[in-house]
C-alpha cells in the first residue's frame, strides 16, 4: 500500500504566509515567533517587509490614539500667554518623550489622517503604505485642505497618492501629490508660490571648528540653477584631474561628494570676482535648466503647472517665464498619460535628439528610489553592448554611477521597456519595478 508523503511547511513559508496575511496582532505574534537570522537571505527579505505592514498598522491605531489625547480640533488658550494645543501638546511630548514641536507636528498629522484622508488611513492600517508615506500625503495636503480644497479633490489626490505609493518613495509621492493639488487648485498654488518668492535670502552662520554655514533660500528654478552649476563644476574639475592622472605628482581624490560641492561652490565664487566661468558640457549639452509645460499652458489657454527638472510641480506662470526665454526641443506624448512617445528621429548611434530625449523621458536615474538627476548620470545599455544589446530607446536608460556599477558588477539584474519603466531583480532574486514615469507627473 502506497502512502502520500508528508509536507512539512518550513519557516520560509510561514513568512510568505504571513507576508499576504492582513496585519493584526495574530500576524505580528507569528512574526516575533521567527528569529530572521535563521531563515534564508530572500526570507529575510519578506520578513523585513511583513514587518514594516506591521509597523504600519501600529501606526494606523497611533494617529487615532494621538487624536484622541489632543482632541479633533486645535484648542486657543484663552489667556494671552497661551497658544494654540498648549496643554495638548505637553501632554504628547511628554508621554512620547518628544519636543513640543515634533509633539505639534504629530498631531497636526494626525489630525489631518484621522479627520480628512480616510483612504490614507485605511491604506495604512492594512500596510498598503508605510508610515512615511502617510505622513507625507498629510503633510502635502494639510494646507490646501485648511484653504478649502473640495473634497472630490482631496478624495482624488488622496487616490492616486495611495497607488503612486506602491513603487515610489516618500519624498517622490510628495512631488506626486503638489502636483496634483497645483492641477485642482491652481490659483492657489500660484498665490503660495508668489508670497513665497519674496522670503528668498542668503544667510551666513558662524560655526565651531573653523566652519561657516551658508544658508539659500531661493525660488525652485534658480535653485536648480546653482546645483546645476556645481555638478558642471565638478564635472570639468574631474576630467581635468583624470586628463593629469599620469603626472607623478598626482594624488588621489579622497573628497566626498558633499566635500567636492562645497569646494565647488567656493571656486565658482571665487572665479565669479576674477573671471568668468567657462561653459562645461554634460551629455552635450551646455548648463541647462530644463521646463516641461504642455502647449494649451505654454499658449495661456490652460493653467496646468509646469514640471521643473530636479524639484517638481511649478506655477503656470512660472514655466510660461522661463519657457520664454529657453530654447525648445520636440517631444510628442501621449495625451492621456503624460508618457513620451516620440524624439522626431531614429538612427543606430545615438544621436543628440536621443540622448536629449532619454534624459527627458527617465528625468532620474532609473534605479528604484534614487533621485539622482539623469542629465548627471549614465545612459546606460541594459543589455550591454558585448552581448548584443541595441542602441535604442527600448534598451538605454539613465543610471547613476553608483547604480550602474552594482547593474554591471553587483549582481542586480535589469529589463528595460521603450517607455522607461523596468523590472530590477536582486542577487537574492526578489523583483522590484520602477514604473513608467509621466511627464507631467514629479520626479
Known amino acids: 500500500m502506497n502512502q502520500a508523503a508528508t509536507f512539512t511547511p518550513s519557516q520560509e513559508d510561514d513568512v510568505a504566509v504571513l507576508l499576504a496575511a492582513a496585519p493584526g496582532i495574530a500576524t505580528l505574534t507569528g512574526l516575533i515567533a521567527i528569529d530572521p537570522r535563521t531563515l534564508i537571505p530572500a526570507a529575510r527579505v519578506d520578513y523585513l517587509a511583513a514587518l514594516e505592514r506591521q509597523t504600519s498598522w501600529l501606526q494606523a491605531a497611533m494617529q487615532r490614539a494621538i487624536v484622541a489625547v489632543a482632541g479633533i480640533e486645535a484648542t486657543i488658550a484663552d489667556g494671552p500667554f497661551g497658544g494654540v494645543d498648549e496643554s495638548e501638546r505637553e501632554d504628547v511630548s511628554s508621554a512620547l518623550r518628544l519636543s513640543a514641536g515634533t509633539a505639534q ?216 517665464a522661463l519657457a520664454s526665454d529657453g530654447k525648445w526641443r520636440r517631444f510628442i506624448t501621449d495625451p492621456q498619460t503624460g508618457v513620451l512617445l516620440d524624439y522626431g528621429r531614429q538612427t543606430y548611434e545615438p544621436p543628440q535628439g536621443l540622448i536629449d530625449f532619454l534624459i527627458a523621458r527617465d528625468r532620474t536615474c532609473r534605479f528604484p528610489g534614487c533621485r539622482r538627476s539623469a542629465a548627471l548620470s549614465d545612459l546606460d545599455h541594459a543589455q550591454s553592448w558585448e552581448d548584443g544589446g541595441t542602441t535604442s530607446l527600448d534598451n538605454l536608460g539613465a543610471l547613476c554611477r553608483r547604480h550602474h556599477q552594482l547593474k554591471t558588477h553587483g549582481g542586480w539584474k535589469i529589463e528595460s521597456r521603450a517607455d522607461g519603466s523596468c523590472t530590477w531583480t536582486s542577487p537574492l532574486g526578489k523583483i522590484y519595478q520602477t514604473p513608467v514615469r509621466s511627464i507631467l507627473e514629479g520626479s
Open 105 to 320: 507636528m504629530r498631531i497636526d498629522v494626525a489630525r489631518t489622517l484621522v479627520n480628512h484622508l480616510p483612504q490614507t488611513c485605511s491604506a495604512l492600517a492594512t500596510g498598503e503604505i508605510s508610515p512615511a508615506h502617510a505622513t507625507v500625503i498629510a503633510k502635502e495636503t494639510a494646507s490646501a485642505i485648511r484653504d478649502g480644497l473640495s473634497e472630490f479633490a482631496v478624495f482624488s489626490i488622496e487616490e492616486r497618492a495611495i497607488s503612486y505609493a506602491e513603487f515610489h518613495t516618500p519624498s517622490q509621492v510628495a512631488q506626486q501629490v503638489r502636483t496634483a493639488i497645483a492641477k485642482f487648485a491652481p490659483e492657489t498654488f500660484e498665490e503660495v508660490v508668489e508670497r513665497a518668492r519674496d522670503s528668498r535670502r542668503v544667510s551666513c552662520y558662524n560655526d565651531i571648528d573653523g566652519l561657516s554655514t551658508v544658508v539659500a533660500i531661493l525660488p525652485a528654478e534658480d535653485a536648480q540653477t546653482v546645483m546645476k552649476a556645481i555638478e558642471a563644476f565638478i564635472v570639468r574639475s574631474d576630467r581635468t584631474d583624470s586628463s593629469s592622472a599620469n603626472a607623478p605628482t598626482t594624488a588621489k581624490d579622497s573628497r566626498s561628494a558633499d566635500m567636492k560641492r562645497a569646494d565647488a561652490l567656493t571656486a565658482i565664487a571665487g572665479f565669479a570676482l576674477a573671471s568668468k566661468l567657462e561653459d562645461v558640457v554634460l551629455h552635450r549639452r551646455p548648463i541647462t535648466i530644463n521646463v516641461t509645460i504642455d502647449l494649451p499652458t505654454l499658449l495661456g489657454l490652460s493653467e496646468n503647472p509646469g514640471q521643473l527638472a530636479g524639484y517638481g510641480a511649478i506655477p503656470a506662470s512660472v514655466a510660461r
